[in-house]
């Protein structure tokens, strides 16, 4: 049985001085406040995801019963009730047909094209060919929805890149401090 029974749903409240996108960034750095001391017990999920290019106005989290108790109370203290409508908890649909895996994606910049290069040449495997695949996965990734965020440990900002995976099998395991995985899935529905 998975440790997944239950969610509590956040819906995006438009706001009339910031775009959708930076509405979802404010979000995320409230539930990235709160996610770590789950211990990678809550998952997220979002179901209008690439809605317009973005992950969409509707978030999801996923965890136990007594988890989502608990969640939705840190939730009401995060500050996040300007910006969401914050469901009670639910009991997830029994007859679930869909899963999504959503992982973050490092992002590779010029700087790190730079270092790749001065690696592989000194191993005599660099080519031209390497060079356009490595900048075609770094313009593919710069095209997937995202999110600007503060570290919370580091207090830098950067861009927090999303992939979804779609399935159709349930699988277990830990999620990170922003709810995500690159190998547990969360229900689609």
């Known amino acids: 049985m998975s440790s997944l029974t239950h969610y509590i749903e956040l819906k995006l409240i438009p706001q009339a001085e910031l775009i959708q ?12 406040y709160v996610l770590p ?14 809605q317009s290019s973005t992950l969409g106005g509707l978030v999801r989290l996923f965890g ?5 108790h608990r969640l939705l109370q ?9 910006y969401v409508l914050i ?8 007859n679930i047909n869909q899963y999504a895996c959503f ?18 040449e000194q191993q005599g495997k660099w080519s031209d060919e390497v060079e356009g695949k490595m900048r075609l996965k ?19 900002r950067f861009i927090l890149f999303i992939k ?9 395991g830990n999620f990170n401090a922003y709810g995500l995985s690159a190998e547990a899935t969360v229900p689609i529905f």
């Not at 979802?24 to 990235?32: A, K, L, P, T, Y």
């Not at 992982?103 to 592989?120: C, F, V, W």
């Not at 979804?164 to 277990?172: F, G, N, R």
């Open 37 to 50: 001391s789950y211990e990678g017990r809550v998952g997220i999920g979002f179901p209008n995801y690439s």
């Open 164 to 172: 979804q995976k779609k399935t159709i099998k349930l699988k277990e």
């Open 138 to 156: 770094w313009i593919e990734n710069l095209s997937l929805p995202h999110v600007h965020l503060n570290s919370a440990s580091t207090k830098q």
């Open 21 to 32: 996108s930076q509405v979802m960034s404010f979000v995320m750095q409230g539930i990235h």
């Open 103 to 120: 992982n973050r994606e490092q992002t590779k910049g010029e700087s790190s094209i730079r270092r790749s290069k001065k690696r592989l």
């Open 74 to 82: 840190d939730l009401q203290r995060a500050e996040l009730q300007n």
């Open 87 to 94: 469901s009670s908890i639910e009991k997830i649909p029994e």
């Open 64 to 68: 136990s019963e007594a988890d989502c």
